[in-house]
């Protein structure tokens, strides 16, 4: 017989990372943890996606995982020209509020099947966010930025959204950089970095 967790639910799925978070105390830490949650959940509301469309953030200790869920009033589009944007936005405020507990944000978008049980989310999907994430390219495009956070889509997302030229996002900006692994099977995705459109355009050149 086939249980609850046999089904997967499709979800856009995004994932964050706090750099260099290794470099702090456990308290810095635990005070960053708290700033992040807030920032994610108001970076989501500014862009549309409120609580009823999405799933509580998934703790990752010095990130967090979020599932969004298929809504016509929230396509991924959403995600890229007005989620990202604003956590950018949000990133530099609490920087120029609070410089000593100012952090930056590695962030990854992908969309696909995810499985849950009473541990939380998981699946090969899920992998993939976590995977792009914590690659060496996206973090070495952060250090190599001085904006709050650089972004990595995968493939999927790059096929599904970012090529289409759609309102607010600028395929332009986008390169081909990222390698994953998963299994034994080679995966690409696409970075992107803030300074490569204009902000008040959302992600926009």
Known sequence: MRTPTDIPRHRAIVAVDIEGSTSRTNSVRALL??????????????????????EPFVDRGDGALCLVRPFDQVPKT????TVVPALADLLEKHARNLPDLAFRLRVAVHSGEVHRDK?????????????LVDAPELKRRLRDTAEPLALAVS?????????????????GAFTQAV???LGEEKLRGWLYTPEAGRPEEGLTA
């Open 33 to 54: 943890r708290n700033v992040l949650f807030q920032l994610l959940d108001e970076a989501f509301t500014t862009g549309g996606v409120g609580r009823k469309h999405r």
């Open 78 to 81: 959403l995600l890229l020209a």
């Open 119 to 131: 541990r939380g989310p998981y699946g090969e999907d899920v992998d993939i966010a976590c995977r």
């Open 155 to 171: 493939q999927e997302i790059h096929r599904a959204v970012v090529r289409h030229g759609y309102p607010g996002i600028d395929g």
């Open 179 to 181: 390698q994953i692994k």
